[in-house]
C-alpha cells in the first residue's frame, strides 16, 4: 500500500494538532505547553529570590515598586509524547480496514510531528511489534511512511498482553491513540484500562468494516476466523443476520460506553468512510483533533 | 395405473430411484462455501445464545425436502406418463400371473371415420391414438404387442419388435367398422382400447379404455339416397340429410349433382345441433350417380362431407325374350318401367349386350353371357360347378308368394346338378336357381302358359324380382365403409379408386371390404350392381359427445376437455416449484 498525501491535504492536517486533555512533561523543547516551569517564553509567575537562582531572572521593576527580590518564572514548552498503537493482528487483514487504519496513523503523525511532538508508532497483535521512533520535523513524514508500508497483518490480537508489554517498559506518560478494531476474545476493556492506569490520555480510534457488522452471506456457510482459524458451519437465516448485526451493535456500543466511564476518547472510524472525511470530521467532533 | 413409457415394474422402480436420489441428494452433507471473516467471537456469541426458532425455521428444511421429492416426482412422472386404470385392469395387472397367461399386450385402435377429426390441437384422434400406440408399444418392455383395429382386428403382432408395431402404426388408418367383431388377443395381459367413443361398444371389463377425445364442431352429410320411383316417367327421389354439430350456428352449402350436371346447389343457415332435409326428384334417363357436398366454415371431419347415391331406376334392364310366343309376355313386361324388353324368336337368338336374357321353353345353342331366366327348358341348362347353385332361398323369391300360383303342369329336372330353391305343395321342385363366377340363371319348372300363370296375382311379382335379381346380383342402396358381406357369389368387386377390391367367399356369402366411402361396381355372372358407401353417420360424425363414460375412460395423453396432455402440467408444475423454491432461496425469504 503506498501511504501517500497530496499536498492540499497535508496543508489542512498542519492547522490541526492532537489535543490532549492533560499537559505532559516532554523531554524536548516544542510547541506544547509543559506541566513545569522554566526556560519558556510565557510568563507564568513569581516567587521569592532564593540564593543561587539565576539573577537573569530577578524583577527588578518588582524589586523597586516593592523592595524585594522576586523571581520571573515563565512557562516551559515541551513535546507531547504521542504513542500510536496499531492493531496489525489478522482480524485487520481486510484491505480497507488495515488502509484505514496506516493512514489514520500516518496523518496523526504528520500532525505530531508538525507540532514536534515525539511519535511512537507501535504495532501490536498477541504482543507488541517493533517500535518506530521517526523523529521530531515534518520532514520526518516521509519515514513513517516507508515504516507503515511495510506493516504486514498477522497474529491475534491479545490488547491485554499487547498492553501490558507496552507498560513493563519505561515511558514517559503521553497521549495514546490505540488504533484498532478491538475484536479481542478476551475484550478490550482490561487492556485499555492498564493503559488508563499508567497516566496516559486515551484514545480509542475504533476502525470497523462491513465484514464486521453485518453477516456477508446467507445461507449454509462456513466462517472462518481469520486470527485463530477456527470454522464453524452456519446457516445464516434472515434472523440469525439480524441478531448478528444487533450483537455487533451491542458490542460497539459497550466499547463506546467504557471509553465515557473511563475517559477515554472514542472515535469511530468505518473503513468504507472517506478518509479524509474522518480525519477532519469525525476526529475533530470527538475531540481528539483540534 | 399404467404408464405410457415403459412397464408399470419398471416406472415404480424408476420413480421410487429418482425419489429417494432426490432425498439422498438433498440430505447430503456439502461441504459448504468457506468464508474468511475477522472475528467468530461474535457469531459465537450470538449462535450460543438460546434463540426461539419459528415454526416455520423448524420446519423449513422438512418442507425444503418435501417441495424437492415432489419436483422430482413431477418430472419423473411427466416422463413415464402414468395412466388411471380402471379396477378391473388393475387388478388384470396387478394379479398374480398365471401359468398359462401369456406376457402380451393388446393395442386396439378404434378406426370409426371419427378418429379422422381434426382436434384443437390440430392434430386428429387418430394421430393422436397412432402416438399413444407407440408409446404403449415401446413401453411394453419385452412383452409381445398385438396392434388391432376395430375394422380390421389384427393387423400386427405378437411380436416383440417394436419396428414391425410401428411399422403397422405408419400402415393403418380409418377404415370404418363399426360392425366388425372385436379383435380378441388370446393370452393379452391388458388390452388398451384407443377411442374417441363416437360408437357404443360393449366392451370387457378388463378393457383399459383410453380416450383421444377431444369435442369438434362438425357439418355433415348424415343421410344420402334414393327411393325408388312409382311412376312411369320418375326415377325415385334423391333425399338427403344435413346436420350441424357444433355449437353454434352455421352457413352450409348444399350441393348435389348427378352426373356433370348440378341438381341442387342452396345455402342454409344451421342452427347448433339443427339438421335439414332435402328432396330432390329424379327422372328416368341420366346419369345414375349422385354427388352430394356440404361446405361449412367449423368443419372438423372431412369424409362425411360427401355423399353418392346411385339411381337404381335412372336406366332401364335390357331384356331379350327368346320365345316363339312373345305375346305371353308382352302385356307382362310392357308395365314395368324398370324393364325394356325386345322379343325375338330361338332361331334368330344371338347373344348381345343384353342385361338379361329369357329363354321361354328353348335352351339357346351357345350359352348365354348374361343372366338368364329359363322357362320350363327341354332340359337343364349344363353348370360349370355344382357349387354354384344355391341352397336356400335366394333373394328373389323373398317377396313372392308363391301359393298364389296354381302351378298344372310341373317339368322334372335332374337335381344331380341343380338345387331346386322353391317347391310345390307336392314338393315338386319349382325353381332352381344358379349363381358363380360367370354363370347366373333361374330355372322355372313351369311354363307361363301351361299354367295360366299371367293371371295369377304372384307371377308379374316373381318375373319382376327374378329380372331385377338376375340383372343386380347384388342388392343396392347405401352402406357405410367396413366390412360388408353379400349374398351370393360375385366375380369381382371394383372400389372408387378402379382397383379391385378383393372378396372372400363364405359359404354362400361373399365378404369383402369396402373401406373408403364411394362408388363400388359389384359383378357376377355378367351382371353389375353398384353400391354407394357413405361414411356420414349422426353417430359418427357428432364429434362434439363422446359415448365414453367418464368414470370409465383414462385419457390417452390428452385432456378430454382442453386438449392439453396432462404431462405438461406436471412438467409446468415441477418448473413452477423449482422457480418458486429458488426465488424463496435468492430472495432469504425463508432461509
Given at each position: 500500500?503506498?501511504?501517500?498525501?497530496?499536498?492540499?491535504?497535508?496543508?489542512?492536517?498542519?492547522?490541526?494538532?492532537?489535543?490532549?486533555?492533560?499537559?505532559?512533561?516532554?523531554?524536548?523543547?516544542?510547541?506544547?505547553?509543559?506541566?513545569?516551569r522554566?526556560?519558556?517564553?510565557?510568563?507564568?509567575?513569581?516567587?521569592?529570590?532564593?540564593?543561587?537562582?539565576d539573577?537573569?531572572?530577578?524583577?527588578?521593576?518588582?524589586?523597586?515598586?516593592?523592595?524585594?527580590?522576586?523571581?520571573?518564572?515563565?512557562?516551559?514548552?515541551?513535546?507531547?509524547?504521542?504513542?500510536?498503537?496499531?492493531d496489525?493482528s489478522?482480524?485487520?487483514a481486510?484491505?480497507?480496514?488495515?488502509?484505514?487504519a496506516?493512514?489514520?496513523?500516518?496523518a496523526?503523525?504528520?500532525?505530531?510531528?508538525?507540532?514536534?511532538?515525539k511519535?511512537?508508532?507501535?504495532?501490536?497483535?498477541?504482543?507488541?511489534?517493533?517500535?518506530?521512533?521517526?523523529?521530531?520535523?515534518?520532514?520526518?513524514?516521509?519515514?513513517?511512511?516507508?515504516?507503515?508500508?511495510?506493516?504486514?497483518?498477522?497474529?491475534?490480537?491479545?490488547?491485554?498482553?499487547?498492553?501490558?508489554?507496552?507498560?513493563?517498559?519505561?515511558?514517559?506518560?503521553?497521549l495514546?491513540?490505540?488504533?484498532?478494531?478491538?475484536?479481542?476474545?478476551?475484550g478490550?476493556?482490561?487492556?485499555?484500562?492498564?493503559?488508563?492506569?499508567?497516566?496516559?490520555?486515551?484514545?480509542?480510534?475504533?476502525?470497523?468494516?462491513e465484514?464486521?457488522?453485518?453477516?456477508?452471506?446467507?445461507?449454509?456457510?462456513?466462517?472462518?476466523?481469520?486470527?485463530?482459524?477456527?470454522?464453524?458451519?452456519?446457516?445464516?437465516?434472515?434472523?440469525?443476520?439480524?441478531?448478528?448485526?444487533?450483537?455487533?451493535?451491542?458490542?460497539?456500543?459497550?466499547?463506546?460506553?467504557f471509553?465515557?466511564?473511563?475517559?477515554?476518547?472514542?472515535?469511530?472510524?468505518?473503513?468504507?468512510r472517506?478518509?479524509?472525511?474522518?480525519?477532519?470530521?469525525?476526529?475533530?467532533?470527538?475531540?481528539?483533533?483540534a | 395405473?399404467?404408464f405410457?413409457?415403459?412397464?408399470?415394474?419398471?416406472?415404480?422402480?424408476?420413480?421410487?430411484?429418482?425419489?429417494?436420489?432426490?432425498?439422498?441428494?438433498?440430505?447430503?452433507?456439502?461441504?459448504?462455501?468457506?468464508?474468511?471473516?475477522?472475528?467468530?467471537?461474535?457469531?459465537?456469541?450470538?449462535?450460543?445464545?438460546?434463540?426461539?426458532?419459528?415454526?416455520?425455521?423448524?420446519?423449513?428444511?422438512?418442507?425444503?425436502?418435501?417441495?424437492?421429492?415432489?419436483?422430482?416426482?413431477a418430472?419423473?412422472?411427466?416422463?413415464?406418463?402414468?395412466?388411471?386404470?380402471?379396477?378391473s385392469?388393475?387388478?388384470?395387472?396387478?394379479?398374480?400371473?398365471?401359468?398359462?397367461?401369456?406376457?402380451?399386450?393388446?393395442?386396439?385402435?378404434?378406426?370409426?371415420?371419427?378418429?379422422?377429426?381434426?382436434?384443437?390441437s390440430?392434430?386428429?384422434?387418430?394421430?393422436?391414438?397412432?402416438?399413444?400406440?407407440?408409446?404403449?408399444?415401446?413401453?411394453?418392455?419385452?412383452?409381445?404387442?398385438?396392434?388391432?383395429?376395430?375394422?380390421?382386428g389384427?393387423?400386427?403382432?405378437?411380436?416383440?419388435?417394436?419396428?414391425?408395431?410401428?411399422?403397422?402404426?405408419?400402415?393403418?388408418?380409418?377404415?370404418?367398422?363399426?360392425?366388425?367383431?372385436?379383435?380378441?388377443?388370446?393370452?393379452?395381459?391388458?388390452?388398451?382400447?384407443?377411442?374417441?367413443?363416437?360408437i357404443?361398444?360393449?366392451?370387457?371389463?378388463?378393457?383399459?379404455?383410453?380416450?383421444?377425445?377431444?369435442?369438434?364442431?362438425?357439418?355433415?352429410?348424415?343421410?344420402?339416397?334414393?327411393?325408388?320411383?312409382?311412376?312411369?316417367?320418375?326415377?325415385?327421389?334423391?333425399?338427403?340429410?344435413?346436420?350441424?354439430?357444433?355449437?353454434?350456428?352455421?352457413?352450409?352449402?348444399?350441393?348435389?349433382?348427378?352426373?356433370?350436371?348440378s341438381?341442387?346447389?342452396?345455402?342454409?343457415?344451421l342452427?347448433?345441433?339443427?339438421?335439414?332435409?332435402?328432396?330432390?326428384?329424379?327422372?328416368?334417363?341420366?346419369?345414375?350417380?349422385?354427388?352430394?357436398?356440404?361446405?361449412?366454415?367449423?368443419?372438423?371431419l372431412?369424409?362425411?362431407?360427401?355423399?353418392?347415391?346411385?339411381?337404381?331406376?335412372a336406366?332401364?334392364?335390357?331384356?331379350?325374350?327368346?320365345?316363339?310366343?312373345?305375346?305371353?309376355?308382352g302385356?307382362?313386361?310392357?308395365?314395368?318401367?324398370?324393364?325394356?324388353?325386345t322379343?325375338?324368336?330361338?332361331?334368330?337368338?344371338?347373344?348381345?349386350?343384353e342385361?338379361?336374357?329369357?329363354?321361354?321353353?328353348?335352351?339357346?345353342?351357345?350359352?348365354?353371357?348374361?343372366?338368364?331366366?329359363?322357362?320350363?327348358?327341354?332340359?337343364?341348362?349344363?353348370?360349370?360347378?355344382?357349387?354354384?347353385?344355391?341352397?336356400g332361398?335366394?333373394?328373389?323369391?323373398?317377396?313372392?308368394?308363391?301359393?298364389?300360383?296354381?302351378?298344372?303342369?310341373?317339368?322334372?329336372?335332374?337335381?344331380?346338378?341343380?338345387?331346386?330353391?322353391?317347391?310345390?305343395?307336392?314338393?315338386?321342385?319349382?325353381?332352381?336357381?344358379?349363381?358363380?363366377?360367370?354363370?347366373?340363371?333361374?330355372?322355372?319348372?313351369?311354363?307361363?302358359?301351361?299354367?295360366?300363370?299371367?293371371?295369377?296375382?304372384?307371377?308379374?311379382?316373381?318375373?319382376?324380382?327374378?329380372?331385377?335379381?338376375?340383372?343386380?346380383?347384388?342388392?343396392?342402396?347405401?352402406?357405410?365403409?367396413?366390412?360388408?358381406?353379400?349374398?351370393?357369389?360375385?366375380?369381382?368387386?371394383?372400389?372408387?379408386d378402379?382397383?379391385?377390391?378383393?372378396?372372400?367367399?363364405?359359404?354362400?356369402?361373399?365378404?369383402?371390404?369396402?373401406?373408403?366411402?364411394?362408388?363400388?361396381?359389384?359383378?357376377?355372372?355378367?351382371?353389375t350392381?353398384?353400391i354407394?358407401?357413405?361414411?356420414?353417420?349422426?353417430?359418427?360424425?357428432?364429434?362434439?359427445?363422446?359415448?365414453?363414460?367418464?368414470?370409465?375412460?383414462?385419457?390417452?395423453g390428452?385432456?378430454?376437455?382442453?386438449?392439453r396432455?396432462?404431462?405438461?402440467?406436471?412438467?409446468?408444475?415441477?418448473?413452477?416449484?423449482?422457480?418458486?423454491?429458488?426465488?424463496?432461496?435468492?430472495?432469504?425469504?425463508t432461509?
Amino acid at each position: 500500500m503506498a501511504l501517500r498525501f497530496d499536498d492540499e491535504f497535508l496543508k489542512k492536517l498542519e492547522y490541526l494538532h492532537v489535543v490532549s486533555k492533560r499537559a505532559f512533561a516532554g523531554q524536548s523543547r516544542a510547541d506544547r505547553l509543559a506541566p513545569k516551569r522554566g526556560a519558556g517564553m510565557e510568563f507564568a509567575d513569581h516567587r521569592g529570590y532564593s540564593p543561587g537562582d539565576d539573577f537573569r531572572h530577578i524583577d527588578w521593576k518588582a524589586y523597586k515598586r516593592l523592595g524585594r527580590l522576586l523571581l520571573r518564572l515563565f512557562d516551559e514548552e515541551q513535546d507531547l509524547p504521542i504513542y500510536l498503537l496499531v492493531d496489525t493482528s489478522k482480524s485487520m487483514a481486510e484491505t480497507q480496514k488495515l488502509d484505514q487504519a496506516l493512514r489514520i496513523t500516518a496523518a496523526l503523525c504528520y500532525i505530531g510531528l508538525t507540532h514536534l511532538d515525539k511519535i511512537t508508532i507501535v504495532p501490536f497483535g498477541a504482543k507488541l511489534g517493533d517500535e518506530s521512533t521517526p523523529g521530531i520535523g515534518k520532514g520526518r513524514i516521509f519515514r513513517v511512511f516507508d515504516t507503515l508500508e511495510k506493516v504486514q497483518a498477522d497474529g491475534p490480537t491479545n490488547l491485554r498482553a499487547s498492553f501490558t508489554e507496552f507498560a513493563s517498559r519505561g515511558r514517559q506518560r503521553g497521549l495514546v491513540a490505540v488504533i484498532s478494531d478491538f475484536l479481542d476474545v478476551d475484550g478490550c476493556e482490561v487492556g485499555l484500562k492498564i493503559l488508563r492506569t499508567l497516566g496516559h490520555d486515551v484514545f480509542a480510534v475504533h476502525v470497523v468494516s462491513e465484514a464486521d457488522r453485518d453477516a456477508s452471506s446467507f445461507g449454509d456457510v462456513r466462517f472462518v476466523d481469520a486470527e485463530t482459524g477456527e470454522r464453524r458451519d452456519i446457516e445464516v437465516t434472515p434472523r440469525l443476520a439480524a441478531a448478528y448485526h444487533a450483537a455487533w451493535q451491542e458490542h460497539t456500543d459497550a466499547i463506546e460506553k467504557f471509553c465515557g466511564r473511563y475517559d477515554i476518547g472514542y472515535v469511530r472510524a468505518d473503513a468504507e468512510r472517506p478518509f479524509e472525511e474522518i480525519i477532519l470530521q469525525a476526529f475533530r467532533q470527538g475531540r481528539f483533533l483540534a | 395405473m399404467s404408464f405410457a413409457a415403459m412397464a408399470a415394474w419398471q416406472a415404480w422402480l424408476v420413480i421410487g430411484v429418482v425419489v429417494a436420489a432426490a432425498a439422498g441428494l438433498f440430505l447430503l452433507k456439502l461441504k459448504p462455501p468457506q468464508i474468511s471473516i475477522p472475528s467468530l467471537t461474535l457469531w459465537a456469541r450470538v449462535l450460543d445464545e438460546k434463540r426461539d426458532r419459528t415454526l416455520w425455521e423448524r420446519i423449513r428444511k422438512a418442507v425444503s425436502l418435501a417441495i424437492a421429492i415432489l419436483i422430482t416426482l413431477a418430472l419423473a412422472l411427466a416422463i413415464l406418463r402414468p395412466l388411471r386404470t380402471p379396477p378391473s385392469v388393475a387388478n388384470a395387472l396387478g394379479a398374480p400371473r398365471t401359468p398359462d397367461q401369456g406376457r402380451r399386450t393388446s393395442i386396439v385402435i378404434d378406426s370409426s371415420w371419427s378418429m379422422l377429426a381434426e382436434t384443437s390441437s390440430g392434430q386428429t384422434r387418430w394421430d393422436k391414438a397412432i402416438a399413444r400406440a407407440r408409446s404403449i408399444a415401446s413401453g411394453a418392455g419385452g412383452e409381445e404387442v398385438v396392434l388391432s383395429t376395430t375394422a380390421d382386428g389384427v393387423v400386427e403382432g405378437p411380436t416383440q419388435d417394436v419396428a414391425l408395431i410401428e411399422a403397422a402404426l405408419d400402415r393403418i388408418s380409418p377404415s370404418g367398422g363399426a360392425d366388425a367383431a372385436w379383435p380378441r388377443v388370446e393370452g393379452a395381459r391388458v388390452t388398451h382400447f384407443l377411442t374417441d367413443g363416437a360408437i357404443a361398444r360393449a366392451l370387457e371389463p378388463d378393457v383399459l379404455v383410453e380416450s383421444v377425445f377431444d369435442a369438434a364442431p362438425n357439418v355433415a352429410i348424415t343421410a344420402f339416397d334414393v327411393r325408388p320411383g312409382v311412376t312411369l316417367d320418375s326415377a325415385g327421389q334423391a333425399f338427403l340429410d344435413v346436420a350441424n354439430y357444433s355449437p353454434a350456428a352455421q352457413d352450409v352449402r348444399i350441393t348435389i349433382a348427378r352426373g356433370n350436371a348440378s341438381v341442387l346447389d342452396v345455402k342454409v343457415t344451421l342452427a347448433p345441433g339443427a339438421a335439414v332435409q332435402r328432396i330432390v326428384p329424379m327422372t328416368r334417363g341420366g346419369d345414375a350417380r349422385l354427388r352430394a357436398h356440404v361446405s361449412a366454415t367449423q368443419n372438423a371431419l372431412v369424409i362425411d362431407d360427401d355423399a353418392v347415391a346411385f339411381v337404381p331406376g335412372a336406366q332401364q334392364i335390357a331384356v331379350v325374350i327368346v320365345s316363339d310366343k312373345p305375346e305371353s309376355f308382352g302385356p307382362l313386361l310392357s308395365q314395368d318401367p324398370a324393364v325394356h324388353a325386345t322379343f325375338i324368336s330361338p332361331a334368330k337368338y344371338v347373344p348381345g349386350p343384353e342385361d338379361v336374357a329369357i329363354f321361354d321353353r328353348n335352351l339357346p345353342a351357345a350359352p348365354s353371357r348374361a343372366p338368364a331366366l329359363f322357362i320350363a327348358p327341354p332340359k337343364a341348362p349344363p353348370v360349370k360347378t355344382k357349387s354354384g347353385s344355391i341352397a336356400g332361398a335366394p333373394g328373389f323369391l323373398a317377396n313372392v308368394d308363391m301359393a298364389s300360383m296354381n302351378f298344372e303342369t310341373v317339368h322334372s329336372y335332374s337335381t344331380e346338378d341343380l338345387v331346386p330353391v322353391a317347391f310345390s305343395e307336392t314338393h315338386e321342385p319349382l325353381v332352381f336357381a344358379h349363381e358363380e363366377g360367370e354363370q347366373r340363371f333361374v330355372l322355372f319348372a313351369f311354363g307361363v302358359n301351361d299354367s295360366k300363370l299371367m293371371f295369377a296375382p304372384g307371377f308379374p311379382s316373381l318375373i319382376a324380382s327374378t329380372i331385377d335379381w338376375l340383372a343386380h346380383p347384388i342388392a343396392g342402396g347405401v352402406r357405410h365403409p367396413g366390412p360388408a358381406s353379400f349374398s351370393g357369389a360375385l366375380a369381382s368387386l371394383t372400389g372408387p379408386d378402379g382397383k379391385a377390391v378383393p372378396v372372400t367367399q363364405v359359404g354362400s356369402m361373399s365378404v369383402a371390404s369396402l373401406a373408403r366411402p364411394g362408388f363400388y361396381q359389384a359383378t357376377s355372372g355378367n351382371a353389375t350392381s353398384v353400391i354407394a358407401v357413405n361414411a356420414g353417420d349422426p353417430e359418427i360424425s357428432d364429434l362434439e359427445h363422446t359415448r365414453l363414460a367418464a368414470a370409465a375412460r383414462t385419457d390417452a395423453g390428452a385432456s378430454a376437455s382442453s386438449g392439453r396432455p396432462w404431462w405438461l402440467l406436471a412438467l409446468g408444475g415441477a418448473l413452477a416449484l423449482l422457480a418458486a423454491e429458488w426465488w424463496t432461496w435468492q430472495r432469504r425469504v425463508t432461509v
